[in-house]
């Protein structure tokens, strides 16, 4: 309990001092967050059924940590910080289709590449120079949230809610952040996709936990 409040209380001043513009605040804060998530997988107790998901959970969350110090040391390191999240999202998926066996869907991962392809072609003038990590970020979170959905339709947990829904905010989080990548959006852009980043790194830590 005292890990989440911790975790909460260290989101909420990251997204806030994004808000007032206090970027070296909000930098300090983002991290802090991620090393929080990461704590407390380690402290707490996970069931063995659980135990390989959160130890793929942790090592996605190191990827995403080593890629936010990357982006925030210098927006000039933007493509090996989106490399570097691409790792992330495969750690991701790794925690959630070790998790599914037998029949997959196919029709998920036609509608999330459609839904991508759209988002891809709208925000394409964005994305000058960024283009190819774009693709490759969007492929390996569609396979994380496609991951996700399966263990979801498989699954009537409390657990698989929150994967679901967690993976489902990061990749709509991270399409938003690369087609803002050269633009100064307005501040409550920016408190929507930090909201929106904090809480999916949340749930999906929240999910191998249950």
Known sequence: MFAWLAVGLSGAVYVSAGWMDKNRVSALFKLLTVILLIATLLVQDISEGQSL????VTAGLLMSLIGNLIFILS???YQPAVFVFVVA??????????QVSGPLSLWLPAMLYAAFVILFLLGLPRLSGIALPVVLLGSGLIHMTWGAAEVWMRQDTLSAHYACLGASLLFF???GHAFKHEEQPARKGNVLLDSTYFLSQSLITASVLM
């Open 53 to 56: 998901s959160a130890k793929w």
């Open 75 to 77: 927006e000039r390191f």
């Open 89 to 98: 999202s495969v750690c991701y998926s790794k925690a959630f289709w070790g």
């Open 173 to 175: 989080c991270c399409v």
